[in-house]
């Protein structure tokens, strides 16, 4: 056996390990990179599954209710929540689950509030954009939200909403079966 063929025995180990490492590197790191897209990519994809008569599977399914704002951030969400019987004010106050509550901005899209009993996560929505039917916050058990979505034909400015809307951009149309 020769000197090439001998070290080439000895870093086969080496490679394994290597390979190995390299891969479970990988799966960390799509791992953090799926957690840190957060709760809004995750509702996003509920609501698509939804509109699209699929039951929700990537977070809203885990809670109690959601709720939706109409322009007012954390007083519609209260004030929603309260006429479902849900008490979430303290939840609010200590920022909610996850610190989420907590310096949310709600300018563009909204404000969506997952509750679980008293305690609430709030979600900044800014990726993609609601309107909700009858354009008054609601809450709703996930398996009685009504979902549908749709394009923009035309600009303009949608009620309590500090925006323009954009033609061409898709968009969900949420309410509460009856």
Request: positive net charge; aromatic residues 8%.
């Amino acid at each position: 056996m020769d000197d090439c063929q001998r070290n080439m025995r000895y870093s086969r180990p080496k490679a394994v390990i290597f390979v190995g490492s390299v891969l479970a590197a990988m799966v960390i790191g799509i791992s953090v990179i799926t957690t840190r897209l957060g709760p809004e990519v995750r509702v996003n994809d509920d609501l698509l599954s939804i509109s699209q008569g699929r039951a929700p599977s990537a977070i809203i399914d885990k809670f109690d209710a959601v709720c939706f704002d109409a322009g007012a951030g954390r007083f519609d969400l209260i004030n929603a929540a309260r006429s479902n019987g849900m008490n979430i004010d303290a939840s609010l106050k200590a920022c909610g689950i996850d610190q989420t509550c907590c310096g949310a901005n709600s300018d563009l899209a909204g404000y969506i509030g997952l509750v679980r009993g008293n305690a609430v996560m709030c979600v900044e929505v800014n990726r993609f954009e609601y309107h909700l039917e009858g354009d008054e916050p609601f809450c709703a058990k996930p398996s009685q939200l009504r979902v549908s979505q749709h394009t923009h034909t035309t600009r303009f400015n949608p009620p309590r909403r500090a925006y323009f809307t954009i033609v061409g951009r898709k968009y969900f149309q949420v309410g509460r079966k009856q």
